[in-house]
C-alpha cells in the first residue's frame, strides 16, 4: 500500500472532505486537501531528510494524509476516533499489521493534550501538523477579527520548516503581519503545540527553534 494508492482511494477522500464540512460547521480552518496533503508532503520530508528508510517516509505520508479522519466523528478527542477509522481502513485495504501499528500510534498520538511522540513517524507528523499555519486555512476573511485563531492564522504571510545540514536542528520560522495577529496571540494558542513540535524534535534528535520576523522565541 503505498502513499499514492491512499491519496487515491475514494473512501478516504470522502471522509476527509466530510470531515472538513464539519469543521467549517463549526467555525475551524480548513482541514481539507490542502492541510492533509501538506501535513504528509512535510512528515515524508522530515523522515527523508533525516535519512530513513523509504517505507518508513511512506508511511509517515500516509499518517500525514489520514491523521485528521476522525473530525468526521467530532473534533473532540479527533485523534483517537481518528485512530480507530484508519485501523478498519487499512487492514481492510491488508496493509502489515506493523505498518498499520505505526500509522496508527501516529494518528493516535498528533493532537496536543493526549499525543506523545512515541516514535519516529509521530513525531514527524507532530511536527508536520502543528507548524501548517496560514492566510489560505482562513474561510471567512471578514469575521477573522472575531476569532483569534482566524486573526492569527491570518497574520502568518509565510511559513517555512527547515532541517539545517547538521541534521541537528529544526527551526519553524514565521513571516507574521503584525497588523492583523501580535505575537503574544500566537504564543496564547499555539503554546501547547510548540511545546508538543519541540518534544517532537528531540524524539528525532532536533532541537526545536521558532522564529517569528526573524526573532528566536523557542
Known amino acids: 500500500m503505498t502513499y499514492e494508492e491512499i491519496k487515491n482511494n475514494e473512501a478516504i477522500n470522502t471522509y476527509i472532505r466530510c470531515a472538513d464540512e464539519s469543521l467549517k ?30 517505507r518508513e517516509v511512506e508511511l509517515a505520508k500516509i499518517a500525514g494524509y489520514m491523521h485528521d479522519l476522525g473530525n468526521l466523528v467530532n473534533r ?44 519516529a513517524v509521530s513525531a514527524a507528523l507532530i511536527l508536520a501538523d502543528k507548524s501548517d499555519v496560514r492566510r489560505s486555512r482562513v474561510r471567512n476573511v471578514s469575521d477573522m477579527n472575531i476569532d483569534i485563531h482566524d486573526r492569527v492564522n491570518y497574520s502568518v504571510i509565510k511559513s517555512r520548516l527547515k532541517i539545517n545540514e547538521e541534521h541537528t536542528l529544526i527551526k519553524l520560522k514565521l513571516s507574521v503581519d503584525t497588523r492583523y495577529g501580535s505575537v503574544m496571540d500566537y504564543f496564547e494558542i499555539f503554546m501547547g503545540r510548540m511545546i508538543m513540535c519541540r518534544k517532537a524534535a528531540e524524539k528525532l534528535g532536533l532541537e526545536f527553534k521558532l522564529i517569528i520576523n526573524e526573532q528566536q522565541l523557542i
Do not use: C, W
Request: net charge negative; charged share 15%; proline share 5%.
Open 76 to 119: 473532540i478527542d479527533h485523534s483517537q476516533s481518528g485512530a480507530v477509522m484508519a485501523f478498519r481502513i487499512l487492514d481492510k485495504l491488508n496493509m502489515p499489521p506493523e505498518e498499520i501499528a505505526t500509522i496508527v500510534t501516529a494518528i493516535g498520538n498528533h493532537d496536543e493534550g493526549t499525543g506523545v511522540p512515541v516514535n
Open 25 to 54: 460547521a463549526l467555525g475551524y480552518t480548513e482541514h481539507s486537501f490542502a492541510h492533509v496533503t501538506g501535513v504528509a508532503e512535510t512528515a515524508g520530508y522530515i523522515l527523508e531528510t533525516l535519512g530513513y528508510s523509504p
